[in-house]
């Protein structure tokens, strides 16, 4: 484990600092600096720490964190300072391509390139209808501004669906949200009493602001508890007082078992359930009925141990919990995530100094609604507004007369993130068209039809809406770092280019806002809201017509940003008060603020009885009886999913210090573990005859690779563990580690979201030379 001066770094945060005081701040400081040093943010995971970077020609030289960042206020991890390796380490498209008859791709220009897949897209319009083009991506972990645009592409061509990587993630969790509070919340870590982590390793994978400082904070003071739920003693689990380390696949009976506990000791906030939730007889009576001792030995925790866990929680001023992919790509997800939720429900831990919150969005990520409704093929969930991911390719290999015929893909490589690569890229050769936005050739991109090079995210104005924080919630739109490399274009202008090919909007309206714009702001918004009064459909492409006409005035060329100008109007209608606290008269004052905050801005400050004001309503009804059904049915589900012919359990993408996504398309940036070992119990290995070097063979139902093995003690025996984003085709012809999809099932879902079992994949593994 590196020390907390090589991983992250302990600073104090930010949010006592006015926006304004920070503007002051942040431009004094880089005018000092001996060189220049650009303010930008890390792209590798939702907390998106504010970072500094001093250039050598286009090579980043110097990376460190931002002091004055609205949110992470210095911090950042070991991974930022290597995106060098992202910028520079890969191989770039800098030129349109065109998929032939043959295979092979020609390069072409933009003018050619956007007629013929303006075209192309038009065609299959016309001929099945623009609900079977079908949208997958918008965005990764740093780069969420050109998605925002894409509506307006989808809605002029009338494409209805889509997908995200979201969907392989948190639909389950959404949907269970949209019941209970009616939308995302999150964990005041920073003061929580206890901190519980199911499927969570905050110290490799984040999430968690600050997260290596706030772990190691809980840590030294004895008057906190952290509780880690998970089959692996991970680096968070080091740090925990309390680990329950379950068998593989059985956190929903670790979960219900603490619940019961929690029912039956009397441990729940009574007072808190009077004034605030509804139906909760409904499901007291079903976790009181549990047996608690059978529960833990399917879960392989003593029951002592869990009603320790369970009695800390029930009896903490304050509890805050969060659950990631470790239980979100596992069996049972959906019902997991309501039984988390229901952890800090029944014991009040809502609304108050270190518990969980509500939060403002700048735009929500997702919708969040109780209505289920169906792909047009397969009748698969959809939630949150997306297809579930394993699904996809089902909605394509078929003859029926709905099934999608066109793919358009940005920022996103599904054949090789997405279950059963095998089967998605056969999806892929299928459809008529596929259009690929990207900054590389990836795995994706091999199959498509068109390849539109994009600007990387350090060549654009980007921003995230991962903007997940209360009371003080923070943006950050960040400025470029580096022109665009030649030939390549930002993605907001690529949508621009194809709606004007396609020829959806009239010259009068854009000549209107454009008049209006060169006026100042306020005609312009008075031009707009005519402008929809008098054609609502004008609506559905707004982030283009902003883009054309208020675009082209906004300072140092941040026409991109132009889309958040609507959104600015959004905070100040749904958060009138809290964007006034922060400091903002109005939207327009706060759009200013957004182009010149170059260390991002806090949107919105609230105060803990506020978050009682972002519910849709002020009770809370306990009960979705779809998941009580599934708690009850607990008992005759099955625990384990293994066979004799399968005997392994395989968390197919572990997150570890040098794992990223796949935008790292370099493998020189890893450190240590280059070519992602196959981590097994020392056990395991044993019996197979293996030692840490060897290669082993790992085979599941879908396919097989071959991989290093590390016996590693962290793990249980019969389960075993592949890092992310290794296995990708570049273009020297090599491939680096195990692409963990050849492996997983996409018909391993979760019942009721269609989330995919990645971190639960029955697996043989075998030593190389027997095979052989």
């Not at 890390?42 to 998106?48: K, M, R, V």
């Not at 009574?270 to 004034?275: G, K």
Request: glycine fraction near 8%.
């Amino acid at each position: 484990m590196s020390t907390p001066a090589q991983q992250g770094s302990r600073v104090e945060p930010a949010d006592h600092l006015g926006n304004a005081e920070r503007s002051k701040r942040e431009h004094a400081d880089t005018a000092a600096a001996p060189g220049e040093w650009h303010k930008t943010a890390c792209i590798l995971c939702e907390n998106n720490c504010g970072l500094l970077i001093q250039l050598d020609g286009r090579r980043f030289a110097k990376i460190r964190g931002d002091k004055d960042h609205a949110a992470s206020a210095g911090y950042t991890c070991n991974k930022a300072l290597r995106l060098d390796h992202y910028q520079n380490g890969g191989t770039r498209l800098t030129s349109p391509l065109r998929r032939e008859a043959d295979g092979s791709f020609t390069e072409i220009d933009w003018d050619t390139a956007i007629s013929e897949v303006a075209a192309r897209l038009t065609k299959v319009k016309n001929t099945y209808g623009g609900d079977k083009i079908f949208f997958y991506g918008g965005g990764g972990q740093g780069n969420h501004l050109g998605g925002a645009y894409s509506g307006a592409l989808r809605r002029a061509l009338g494409s209805r669906y889509r997908s995200t990587a979201l969907a392989q993630e948190k639909t389950g969790e959404g949907w269970v949200d949209a019941h209970l509070t009616g939308g995302h919340t999150t964990g005041d870590f920073e003061h929580a009493e206890v901190s519980v982590f199911l499927g969570k390793n905050p110290w490799q994978s984040h999430g968690v602001p600050r997260a290596r400082t706030v772990l190691q904070q809980i840590a030294k003071d004895p008057a906190r508890t952290m509780i880690v739920l998970d089959p692996v003693r991970t680096e968070t689990a080091d740090l925990a007082d309390i680990h329950l380390q379950v068998r593989p696949g059985t956190d929903a009976w670790c979960l219900a078992a603490m619940l019961a506990i929690l029912v039956r000791d009397d441990l729940l906030d009574h007072a808190f359930l009077a004034e605030h939730l509804d139906q909760v007889d409904a499901v007291t009576t079903a976790l009181r009925d549990i047996d608690v001792a059978a529960y833990a030995e399917t879960c392989g925790v003593p029951a002592e141990l869990l009603r320790t866990a369970a009695h800390r929680i029930g009896t903490a001023s304050s509890v805050a919990t969060y659950e990631d992919l470790g239980v979100q790509q596992s069996p049972n997800s959906t019902l997991i995530s309501y039984l988390n939720k229901l952890l800090w429900l029944l014991t009040g831990n809502f609304a108050k100094p270190g518990a969980m919150q509500p939060h403002s969005w700048m735009a929500p990520l997702a919708g969040y609604s109780r209505d289920i409704k169906r792909s047009p093929v397969t009748a698969a969930p959809i939630l949150g507004g997306m297809v579930p991911c394993n699904s996809i390719a089902e909605e394509i290999l078929t003859d029926h007369p709905d099934r999608f015929r066109a793919m358009i893909i940005e920022s996103a490589n599904p054949a090789h993130s997405l279950a059963d690569s095998t089967s998605f890229r056969a999806a892929l050769e299928a459809l008529e068209l596929v259009v690929v936005i990207d900054v590389a050739l990836t795995e994706t991109a091999h199959h498509a039809d068109y390849v539109l090079p994009a600007a990387s995210q350090f060549e654009k104005w980007e921003a995230t809406f991962f903007n997940l924080e209360f009371p003080h919630n923070t943006f950050h739109l960040r400025a470029p770092v580096l022109d665009p490399l030649p030939g390549t274009v930002p993605e907001p202008e690529i949508y621009a280019r194809l709606i004007r090919e396609l020829g959806t909007v009239g010259r009068t309206e854009l000549a209107v806002l454009r008049t209006a714009a060169k006026l100042g702001r306020r005609p312009y918004t008075w031009a707009f809201a005519a402008l929809l009064a008098l054609d609502k459909k004008i609506g559905g492409v707004a982030p283009y017509l902003l883009y054309e006409t208020l675009g082209p005035t906004l300072p140092d060329g941040a026409r991109s940003a132009a889309v958040l100008w609507a959104l600015a109007q959004r905070v100040a209608k749904v958060h009138p008060a809290a964007m006034r606290r922060a400091g903002h008269a109005n939207a327009d004052a706060l759009f200013d603020a957004i182009l010149a905050g170059r260390s991002g801005v806090t949107f919105t400050v609230d105060d803990y009885p506020d978050a009682w004001d972002y519910l849709p309503q002020q009770r809370i009804a306990l009960a979705i009886p779809e998941l009580l059904h599934a708690l009850r049915e607990l008992p005759g589900t099955p625990a384990t999913h293994t066979t004799a012919e399968f005997p392994f359990v395989l968390a197919a993408g572990e997150r570890r210090s040098f794992t990223a996504n796949t935008i790292f398309r370099d493998n020189t940036w890893r450190r240590r573990d280059p070519d992602g070992a196959l981590r097994l119990n020392p056990a395991d290995a044993d019996a197979l005859g293996l030692t840490t070097g060897d290669h082993a063979r790992i085979t599941t139902r879908r396919g097989t690779a071959v991989a290093a093995v590390e016996i590693n003690d962290r793990m249980q025996p019969g389960h075993a563990s592949l890092p992310n984003g290794l296995g990708l085709d570049l273009p020297d012809g090599t491939r680096t580690g195990v692409a963990a999809n050849e492996l997983t099932d996409a018909t391993w879902r979760d019942a009721i979201a269609g989330t995919p079992w990645h971190k639960h994949v029955p697996a043989r593994i075998e030593p190389l030379q027997e095979v052989w």
